[in-house]
């Protein structure tokens, strides 16, 4: 049976800085696994027609001197441009947030389509089960999915764990959200940058233009639905029409080639925790990490692509210690 040192559930931001992180001290013995066909997560990139359409996270910010110095390389490699923004400036990937999750993936071991069902605790260490009837050992693992999955997978395996650090994973809240998104033959009147989100009507957060933006040679928009309002309708089959109502002044329908319905079940966690990591097994063997993890000194104070990157980044640095 396989033997990893490390193993890092989840191949989101938080998965693959920690994958990095243990790389640059030059740890080898480590697995990074996610469920998905490509690593990402919610840095999720669709290919609709002869273009494309991010439909998770649009950009990123950088408050932090630590993503600041990535952000000089990922510039020079060619895989980021600044899009919009003063203060902050939105950063974007050239092809697709998705695109920049492969680039900073490429040289880790990563296994896809290995979704984890089970853990059990043998021997001081774990043993690592996915769906498909795979089995390997582990003596530490980082969980880095959002917060209800890690209770889900909990409940599953038998573990030794802190009663009141698992108490405090459950308090962590997360919202659903729907993101539509469409294919239009006409070009759209959003600004030139592609982004709009100010003055939207109720339930609208952001519509974004993938072809203004510059990662899509056909007119692909992505009209994201606040948290709130994503839970109200979460599941309802008339999702399409509510957004084309919402929007009918911003997109032209009758221009409408195709209508695709993301819904993230677990998009971005509404409470928080003032910590980078939780040690589920109080000695640094099992730990969970991700987005929703906020260093206690951040600005922005909400999950996002840095509080993943952060995250993942410390949790790494306490696993290897
Ligand atoms: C609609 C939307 C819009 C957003 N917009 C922005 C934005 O504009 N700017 C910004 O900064 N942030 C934005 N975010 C937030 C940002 O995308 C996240 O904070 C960040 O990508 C989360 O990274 P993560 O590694 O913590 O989690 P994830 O990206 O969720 O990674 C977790 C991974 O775990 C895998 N997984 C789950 N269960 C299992 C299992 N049992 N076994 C194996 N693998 C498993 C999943 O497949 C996933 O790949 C947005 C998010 C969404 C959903």
Do not use: C
Request: no cysteine; charged share 30%.
């Amino acid at each position: 049976m396989e033997h990893y040192e490390i193993t890092i559930i989840g191949a989101g931001m938080a998965g693959i800085t920690a994958a990095r992180r243990l790389i640059k001290q030059g740890r080898t013995n480590f697995l990074l696994t996610d469920k998905g066909k490509s690593v990402g997560g919610r840095l999720a990139t669709r290919r609709v027609a002869d273009g494309k359409a991010d439909h998770g996270a649009q950009f990123f910010t950088v408050r932090t001197e630590e993503l600041e110095e990535e952000l000089e390389e990922w510039l020079n490699r060619g895989w980021i441009k600044q899009w919009f923004g003063d203060r902050y400036p939105r950063y974007t990937a050239i092809d697709g947030m998705n695109q920049l999750a492969q680039h900073l993936a490429s040289d880790i071991n990563t296994s896809l389509h290995t979704k984890v069902v089970k853990l059990l605790e043998i021997d001081g260490g774990y043993h690592v089960y996915s769906e498909d009837g795979s089995e390997w050992k582990t003596d530490k693992v980082l969980l880095t999915m959002p917060t209800p999955q890690v209770v889900e997978l909990l409940k599953n395996s038998k573990l030794d764990i802190v009663t009141a650090e698992l108490k405090r994973l459950k308090e962590i809240i997360f919202e659903p959200t729907y993101v539509g998104i469409y294919h239009f033959n006409h070009t759209t009147n959003l600004p030139e940058n592609g982004h709009l989100d100010l003055d939207l009507p109720e339930g609208v957060e952001r519509i974004v233009d993938h072809r203004k933006k510059g990662i899509s040679q056909d007119t692909i928009v992505s009209v994201y639905m606040k948290g709130d309002w994503s839970r109200k309708y979460y599941g309802e089959d008339y999702v399409h029409s509510l957004i084309k109502e919402k929007t009918e002044l911003y997109l032209e329908w009758s221009t409408l080639e195709s209508e695709q319905l993301k819904r993230w079940r677990y998009a971005q966690a509404k409470k928080t925790i003032e910590q980078s990591y939780i040690d589920l097994s109080g000695d640094g063997r099992l730990v969970v990490a991700g987005d929703a993890f906020l260093r206690s000194n951040d600005e922005a104070g909400r999950t996002r692509f840095e509080s993943a990157y952060l995250s993942g980044k410390d949790a790494a640095a306490y696993l290897s210690w």
